[in-house]
């Protein structure tokens, strides 16, 4: 069992970023307001890790968290190979006659998206390739501005850049940076703002280990305006509370938790949830 599912850390985790919360909620307060009304960002426990509430304003889009990301803001779009709609936000991946449609909604940094990926990730890919649905990716980077730092914003540019290789390599990259082995703590350090760490989480993937253009998309952040614009898809979003949160053709899946649906933690959970789904 990882220390992400051991009670006591989870406990002091929520109660670290709770305190956050807190004094950014003080010091940000005003800003929020002209930007989202005052929207807050909060932390809850989702079974079998740690899921975080959300609002729709949680994330720093602006790039205010570095020069990189302020630059970013004004950048020219470069959509990703493989996405559609007017910004490339649109993340569709399985065969064109599926007739039904899972969304995903995850945030990179989030501890209870990696334990989802981790339990159901596997069987998502599988229903893909099996024609069972089409799955919609939304990515978001609330958390950037809830635990500080640019990780989430850094892994979904690189995420576009394996997207651009191939849906494939943008699936199984998705899953090595939620893996156990090199998806961060919570409240550890912001792996994910390193670049040569994304890099070595992307030598597991062998579409993209070696690959000279992915590496100087990653590098350059070719894909980090885009990442910006994802981030704001996933924000208008409404009915979204928490990551990681799926719908079945719009309807959100989970069971009834203190700020709407929580997505289910186990395989057998997730696959009961679908079938009923579809059914009806």
């Known amino acids: 069992m990882s220390n992400r599912n051991n009670q006591a850390n989870k406990q002091a985790a929520r109660e670290r970023l709770r305190a956050e919360r807190e004094r950014q909620a003080k010091k940000d307060r005003t800003r929020r307001q002209l930007t989202v009304g005052g929207a ?139 893996s156990k082995e090199y998806h961060p703590e919570e409240t550890g350090p912001d792996k994910f703002a390193d670049n040569s760490y994304l890099l070595k989480v992307a030598d597991t993937v062998p579409a993209l280990k070696g690959n000279a253009a992915f590496q100087k998309a990653v590098k350059d952040g070719t894909y980090d305006r885009w990442a910006l614009e994802m981030s704001d898809a996933f924000n208008a979003v409404k009915d979204v509370t928490s990551t990681p949160t799926i719908k079945m053709n719009g309807t959100v899946l989970g069971t009834d938790g203190e700020r709407g649906k929580v997505a289910p933690a186990t395989l057998d959970a997730f696959n009961s949830m679908v079938d009923k789904a579809l059914k009806s």
């Not at 209870?112 to 024609?131: L, R, S």
């Not at 390599?169 to 090595?176: E, G, Q």
């Open 40 to 178: 807050i960002v909060a932390v809850l426990a989702i079974a079998g890790g740690i899921g975080v509430a959300v609002a729709n304003s949680g994330d720093d889009s602006s790039g205010g968290s570095g020069d990189a990301w302020a630059k970013a803001a004004k950048a020219t779009l470069v959509k990703p190979a493989n996405t559609a709609g007017d910004k490339g936000t649109e993340v569709v991946i399985g065969k064109a006659d599926a007739k039904n449609t899972l969304e995903v909604f995850e945030d990179p940094r989030c501890p209870g998206c990696a334990n989802f990926e981790q339990n159901v990730g596997e069987q998502i890919q599988k229903d893909v390739k099996d024609g069972k649905y089409k799955a919609s990716f939304h990515v978001g980077t609330f958390l950037d501005g809830m635990l500080k730092g640019t990780g989430s914003k850094d892994a979904l540019s690189a995420l576009g850049a394996s997207l651009n290789v191939g849906p494939d390599a943008f699936l199984k990259y998705k899953k090595a940076l939620y």
